[in-house]
């Protein structure tokens, strides 16, 4: 079946530790989005790819980096994670034409 | 800029009773709507969306919605759940023919639907 992989699907990190998470997807999606929900709340956006194009929103920390070195696969780098941080990140992917987001089932993100 | 207001953050069901679960949205231009499902520890499934025609939206798992534009509302509901419908359901709308590299969801906070036995 065609889907949105995450991995791993826990993380646990020590305060200021770098830590990357990943995405694939099946789907040959040219969009992509990483998401950060804290308990209890809506899924925030971080930031989306548009094929090979990055699109940053306006309230997310530098400390927040991405990568997307094909179609398949997309990268979230946490450089320095903070108390903060601690969260389950999504990954979702849609594709030009179509207006459902497909999510993959998230990294839950522990700062130690 | 759009915003979505879910208006109740927990619903509380017995199972088999019927349910609504509200979704205001505010938007100065017209908007697609969705309604996602997250059960525990998963990610986000979309259970319905409207996009244009018909204002009653079936979904799968027995749900529906209805638009109302009047009221900028679109409200879920299902007839008769099941424990398995417990979960946290989210409404979330982006902004029409915002498509291409413009096409981002805005959710709102989210309702807990709990069914009890």
């Known amino acids: 079946d065609a889907m949105v992989i995450q991995n791993p699907r826990y993380q646990v990190t020590q305060f200021g530790k770098p830590v990357t998470l990943s995405c694939s997807q099946t789907?040959?999606?040219?969009?992509m989005y990483w998401y950060q929900q804290k308990s209890s709340q809506a899924p925030k956006l971080l930031f989306h790819y548009y094929d090979k194009d990055f699109n940053n929103e306006a309230d997310t920390p530098d400390n927040f980096q991405s990568r997307r070195p094909n179609t398949s696969f997309c990268f979230l780098d946490i450089r320095s994670p903070g108390l903060g941080d601690a969260a389950m990140y999504l990954c979702?992917?849609?594709?030009?034409?179509?207006?459902?987001?497909?999510f993959g089932p998230g990294t839950r993100l522990t700062v130690l | 800029a759009q915003s979505v207001t879910q208006l109740d953050s927990q619903v509380p069901v017995f199972e088999e009773a019927p349910v609504e679960l509200r979704c205001n949205y505010s938007s100065s231009v017209s908007v697609y709507l969705f309604w996602y499902v997250q059960y525990p520890n998963q990610g986000l499934q979309l259970l319905l969306k409207y996009l244009s025609g018909s204002t009653l939206v079936k979904g799968i798992n027995g749900f529906e919605a209805e638009f109302n534009k009047s009221q900028t509302s679109f409200h879920l509901r299902k007839p008769s759940v099941h424990i398995s419908d417990t979960a946290e359901y989210f409404c979330?709308?982006?902004?029409?023919?915002?498509?291409?590299?413009?096409?981002?969801?805005?959710f709102g906070k989210g309702t807990l639907l709990t069914v009890n036995p």
């Open positions: 979702a992917t849609t594709t030009s034409g179509t207006l459902e987001q497909f």
């Open positions: 979330a709308v982006t902004r029409k023919n915002s498509g291409g590299s413009n096409y981002k969801l805005t």
């Open positions: 789907l040959n999606h040219n969009v």
